[in-house]
């Protein structure tokens, strides 16, 4: 009975990338979206109307992540961001997305910063939004 009332709360998540915890200052809305770049399947067309279906083993993906303004986690984030924009020693963490109401696990390895989040001042704290992109986005089942 107890697998019929499970509920879904963003406190529950665990958001991790390099080892870092993610979870202190989430935003309040929409904390995270992954999105695939690709189609699973490809198809090819020839000039007489001919059709092939491909498996495309293309994984990139793009995750976007929104944090409090005030979060301690954004400068933990913004030293990696400037180490890897200086040239410095390659890091490519992997990323992952725990949520105990979901069978399935997101996870994106060997993740790159795309670019610097986008700098607003207002009457509020706000948020900061990081864009990752990633070689393999993958939901893995948790069982």
């Known amino acids: 009975m107890a697998e019929l009332l499970k509920e879904y709360a963003l406190v529950n998540c665990d958001f991790t990338m390099g080892g870092i915890s993610m979870n ?3 935003g309040a809305d929409a904390v995270f979206t992954a999105t695939r770049e690709f189609d699973m399947i490809t198809t090819e067309s020839n000039a007489n109307g001919d059709n ?3 498996r495309n ?3 990139l993906g793009t995750i976007e992540f929104t944090l ?3 979060s301690t986690v954004n400068q933990q984030l913004l030293t990696l961001y400037l180490a890897q924009e ?3 020693i390659p890091f490519y963490p992997s990323f992952s997305v725990r ?3 979901d069978p399935m696990m997101c ?3 060997q993740c790159w910063f795309v670019k610097q989040p986008d ?3 207002g009457n509020s704290a706000g948020e900061q939004t990081w864009m990752l992109k990633s070689h393999a986005l993958q939901l893995l089942p948790t069982v």
């Open 99 to 101: 949520d105990p109401s």
């Open 24 to 26: 202190s200052g989430v």
């Open 119 to 121: 700098i607003s001042k």
């Open 68 to 70: 409090m303004k005030n």
């Open 57 to 59: 083993v293309n994984k």
């Open 52 to 54: 092939a279906n491909s």
């Open 86 to 88: 200086a040239g410095g």
């Open 107 to 109: 996870t994106a390895v």
